[in-house]
Structures are given as structure tokens and as C-alpha cells.
């Protein structure tokens, strides 16, 4: 389970790396590579389940699947529009210049805590799943949260001090003004990690409503809060509009 949910994004990084190394790396190129990326993934994984695969279609297990199915879409669709509300807003209200360091501050901010909760919910999940009864899963969890909650508190500590050095070396001066915007959208990633990890563990354990409930209120409280701040404090204020929803 582990190998194949790291596959993809272990095929994507080597194929980034190899483009950027070779002087290829071009948008045609980086589409392709996650296009080869996610085959090869679903390849390998095909391949370790292909004794379990059945081709037989059954409509009772079909019905099934869509009615536990809606609340996991339901809840991937709002996470969608919480998680990518403010870059909506962003490229839609702002020039070219100002999306351009917003992204990179995006990136810098965000990228090292989305992985970590990735990485712990690939790891936590399948160990949780063999716990023998609820409460051993809910115990299982609460003490996976407490690591993570420390690795991202760490994490997001290095960025606030690292940024302004990282930032001017990955992307060029250009982008320093950029610095004090991935500050703030590393602080409100911290409690979006662990949102993270809690909404996709329940969804593994076939509960979904809390997951829906959280991305509406996050998106509801960044609504509330990005015209306001977002008029006043420009693309500051979204960054913090997106630090209150994701709290």
C-alpha cells in the first residue's frame, strides 16, 4: 500500500529532476511527466492487485460503492474550492507580477507541511486500518497526530526563519518581496497538515462527514474574510483570510 501511494509522486520527482538537469523542463514536458508518472503508478499498482481485480460488474456492490462514494466526492469537491479559493482570487484580481509572487510564496510556505501530511497519511493509514476495534483506531490516530503536529511545528519554524534566505536562492531577488507572504501562509498551513491527516483518515475509515463539514467551514470563514482583508491589506490580506479558514 505504502510503495504504491509513494510511486507516483518518487516517478514524478525523478522525471522533474531529470528535465531540469537536462535544460527540458517546459510545460509540454512537465504535463507529460506527470502524465507518465500517474501511468506508471497505476501500472505497478495493477499489477500487485491484478489477482483481486474483478471484471465481472455487480450492481449491489456498484450501488454500494456510489452510496459511501457521494460523501468522498462531496468532500474532495470542497476541499478543492477551500484549498484553491484564494489562488482563484489571486489570478482573477491581481496582475501577472502579483500572482507570479504569490505563487512562489505559495510554494515555499506550504509545500514542505502538504508533504508531510501526505507522507503521514500513507504511513498511519494501513496500521490504523489493522487496529483491532474503534477505540484503538482513535488511539492510534491521536498519537500519529502528536508527531505530526511536532515534525510540522518544526517544519513550519524553518520556514519562517529559512524563508528569507530559501526564497531569493530558488526563485532570484526578484522574488524577496515575496518573503513575508510565504510567512504567513506557512503559519496557516500548520492546522490545515493536521486537518489534512484527521479528514483523510476518517474518509479511510468510512467516515465522511466530518471531512465535509470541516472544507465547508474553511471555505465559508475565507470567504468572510478575504473581502475584507483582501480590499484593505491587498494579497496579505488573503494570505490571512487563508489562515483563518484553514483554522
Not at 33 to 53: D, E, K, P, Q
Not at 65 to 84: C, G
Not at 101 to 118: E, M, N, P, Q, R
Request: hydrophobic share 55%; glycine share 8%.
Amino acid at each position: 500500500y505504502n510503495l504504491s501511494r509513494a510511486l507516483v509522486p518518487l516517478f514524478y520527482t525523478a522525471a522533474l529532476v531529470s528535465l531540469w538537469l537536462s535544460g527540458s523542463a517546459r510545460l509540454q514536458t512537465i504535463v507529460a511527466a506527470n502524465l507518465a508518472a500517474t501511468a506508471g503508478g497505476m501500472g505497478v499498482s495493477g499489477f500487485f492487485l491484478r489477482r483481486s481485480i474483478r471484471l465481472k460488474f455487480s450492481t449491489a456492490e456498484a450501488r454500494r460503492l456510489l452510496s459511501l462514494a457521494w460523501q468522498f466526492d462531496l468532500t474532495a469537491l470542497l476541499l478543492l474550492l477551500s484549498t484553491q479559493a484564494d489562488r482563484m482570487l489571486i489570478v482573477k484580481f491581481w496582475d501577472n507580477r502579483s500572482v507570479g509572487l504569490y505563487f512562489v510564496a505559495l510554494t515555499i510556505g506550504t509545500t514542505a507541511s502538504g508533504a508531510l501530511a501526505h507522507v503521514f497519511h500513507t504511513v498511519i493509514f494501513p496500521n490504523m486500518a489493522r487496529q483491532s476495534g474503534r477505540d484503538q483506531q482513535r488511539d492510534y490516530l491521536a498519537r500519529s497526530l502528536r508527531h505530526i503536529m511536532f515534525l510540522t511545528f518544526l517544519c513550519t519554524i524553518a520556514i519562517v526563519i529559512l524563508s528569507q534566505w530559501l526564497l531569493p536562492f530558488a526563485f532570484g531577488k526578484e522574488f524577496k518581496s515575496a518573503v513575508s507572504l510565504s510567512i504567513i501562509l506557512a503559519i496557516g498551513q500548520f492546522p490545515c497538515t493536521l486537518c489534512l491527516v484527521i479528514v483523510r483518515a476518517l474518509r479511510g475509515l468510512g467516515e465522511g462527514r466530518p471531512g465535509i463539514i470541516a472544507e465547508a467551514l474553511a471555505g465559508v470563514t475565507f470567504l468572510i474574510f478575504a473581502l475584507p482583508l483582501g480590499t484593505t491589506f491587498g494579497m496579505t490580506g488573503i494570505a490571512w483570510a487563508t489562515c483563518a479558514g484553514n483554522l
